[in-house]
């Protein structure tokens, strides 16, 4: 129980941590201000055995495109992956959840920060 609790509540803190890590200045406008620019990190996933993964790490392209909520303001979306998610035998890379994920928020006019981590706890997937 412990792990579990615990775990939640850190993914809960680096996802607001990491929303207002991503909130970046705009460009200033005639008036000398201008709105910040919002980036989101998608919300906790469901994997198939109905468990979330309550962290900011994205574990499959829908999680941050189709089922990511509609937020009128943001300037964009933040995609977190892990180095292992992307090659996760040498040599043996794929990487088209980043194509994904930059076909789908480019035609909708909105950026992407592509963050890859190459350490992190380990996040079970549907495999």
């Not at 909130?23 to 998608?42: D, N, T």
């Not at 979330?52 to 990511?68: D, E, Y």
């Not at 930059?102 to 592509?114: I, P, Q, S």
């Amino acid at each position: 129980m412990f792990e579990h609790r615990r775990l939640r509540r850190w993914g809960f803190g680096a996802i607001l941590w990491g929303a207002a890590a991503c909130i970046a200045p705009a460009s200033a406008g005639a008036a000398g201000f201008a709105p910040p620019q919002l980036f989101f990190y998608p919300p906790p996933y469901q994997l198939a055995d109905g468990s979330l993964v309550a962290s900011p790490v994205t574990v499959a392209a829908a999680q941050i495109t189709t089922q990511f909520p509609r937020i009128r303001e943001m300037s964009g979306v933040a995609l977190l992956v892990y180095w292992s998610r992307l090659c996760p035998t040498a040599g043996r890379c794929d990487f088209s959840l980043i194509d994904k994920v930059l076909r789908y928020w480019g035609a909708r006019g909105k950026k992407v920060v592509l963050g890859v981590a190459t350490v992190g706890f380990p996040i079970k997937t549907m495999h």
